[in-house]
């Protein structure tokens, strides 16, 4: 209860909890007074006991997540990505805003060259790119493999941007770890819990995207099984949900990104591009996600979407691409933050 709460008040929410059946136990201290709730958590969510007059916050402490919540860990943590092969070491976290770019697939080192260079004088500091596509169809490009992730680290050494990249199958967690700076699960991997906890053993930081069918909570679960492994370098990345909504390929959530940062202290960042599924929609999804607080966002760009093996349909380039590099530069400021190359060290 607030400090200016009144005996009224406290007897109130004691009223509302035992008409659910509910107990209430009142713990009066000298500032404040706590009430403790016993009973069925969800006919509690009924009472939206947020509302009532004199509380000042309502804490579920039964949360299911411990090492990614932030009631254990109140101040929301950065996570720093690169810092060999000449590149910097990025800061993900809450001072900064980084944009992360790049192609869908690594499919040619000239593609994946090309790629970054547009990315980079975008202003992105992290280069993405798949080299194992999870692809719905088995009949669809499956990626590169070790080829792809041998492509990425060269042009890692000729740009200087560190790389994250997916990984599918946990067999492949030493090769994709020697290779890349930041690990990503993607969304359809979201609940393989043997793979969670082999990148989590990787001792890099971890790109964690939310499962496209997956609650909040399920998705910090899966953050708690590789902090659990002694990892807690992971980064959260809302990339839309399945919905009944068909123009667009996902529902964007973009109300998860406060969400998360209020109940998790790790960094939150959007990825427009495979919510949407559509290039057009990317600039004013991404302005949405710096204006709501993202730490980030990562975005697919391609220097030939026609032919792309991958995703073309969303990968930017050109006019679009220059929007949003100015979205990227102006908008962050507006919201407190820094480019994040401008806090990034040299390693
Ligand atoms: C990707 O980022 O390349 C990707 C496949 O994304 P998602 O897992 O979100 O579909
Ligand atoms: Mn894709």
Same mark, same amino acid.
């Not at 998705?219 to 492994?229: F, G, H, T, V």
């Not at 962050?332 to 060290?345: C, G, I, K, N, Y």
């Given at each position: ?12 929410v004691v009223e509302r909890v035992e008409s ?37 916050? @309502? ?19 950065? @996570? ?9 070491? @990025? ?57 792809g992730l041998e492509i990425l680290a060269d ?59 997956? =609650? ?31 123009? =667009? ?13 209020a109940t998790s202290h790790l960094p939150v960042? @959007? ?77």
């Amino acid at each position: 209860m607030s400090p200016e709460a009144t005996d009224e008040d406290v007897a109130h929410v004691v009223e509302r909890v035992e008409s659910v059946g509910g107990e209430a136990f009142v713990s009066k201290g000298v500032v404040r007074t706590i009430i403790g709730l016993v009973g069925d958590i969800e006919s509690f969510h009924g009472l939206n006991l947020r509302t009532l007059k004199g509380v000042a916050d @309502v804490h579920r402490i039964s949360d299911p997540y411990k090492l990614v919540s932030r009631q254990h860990h109140p101040e929301r943590s950065t @996570v720093w990505v690169g810092g060999r092969d000449g590149a910097p070491r @990025v800061p993900i976290g809450p001072e900064t805003f980084t944009f992360m770019a790049g192609p869908c697939a690594v499919e040619t080192p000239e593609q994946t060259l090309e790629s970054a260079r547009m990315a980079q004088s975008a202003g992105a500091t992290i280069l993405r790119g798949g080299a194992y596509k999870p692809r719905t169809s088995p009949y669809a490009f499956q990626g590169l493999g070790v080829k792809g992730l041998e492509i990425l680290a060269d042009v890692r050494a000729a740009t200087g941007m560190p790389v994250v990249t997916e990984i599918v199958d946990a067999r492949d967690v030493d090769v994709v770890a020697e290779h890349a700076d930041m690990l990503q699960v993607g969304t359809r991997n979201m609940a393989n819990f043997g793979l969670l906890q082999a990148v989590g053993d990787a001792g890099k930081p971890v790109l964690l995207k939310r499962g496209m069918t997956a =609650t909040i909570e399920e998705w910090l679960m899966a953050a708690e099984y590789i902090a659990q492994r002694g990892n807690l370098d992971v980064v959260l990345c809302e990339r839309g949900i399945r919905t009944f909504e068909p123009s =667009t390929r996902n529902t964007l959530d973009i109300s998860a990104v406060p969400v998360v940062q209020a109940t998790s202290h790790l960094p939150v960042i @959007v990825d427009p591009s495979h919510a949407a599924g559509r290039k057009d929609l990317i600039v004013p999804l991404s302005r949405a996600a710096i204006a709501v607080g993202a730490d980030g966002i990562i975005v697919d760009v391609h220097p030939d979407p026609e032919t792309a093996l991958c995703d073309g349909p969303q990968a930017l380039l050109g006019t679009e691409l220059r929007e949003l590099a100015q979205a990227c530069r102006k908008l962050p400021a507006l919201v407190d933050r820094v480019p994040s190359h401008e806090r990034a060290t040299t390693a």
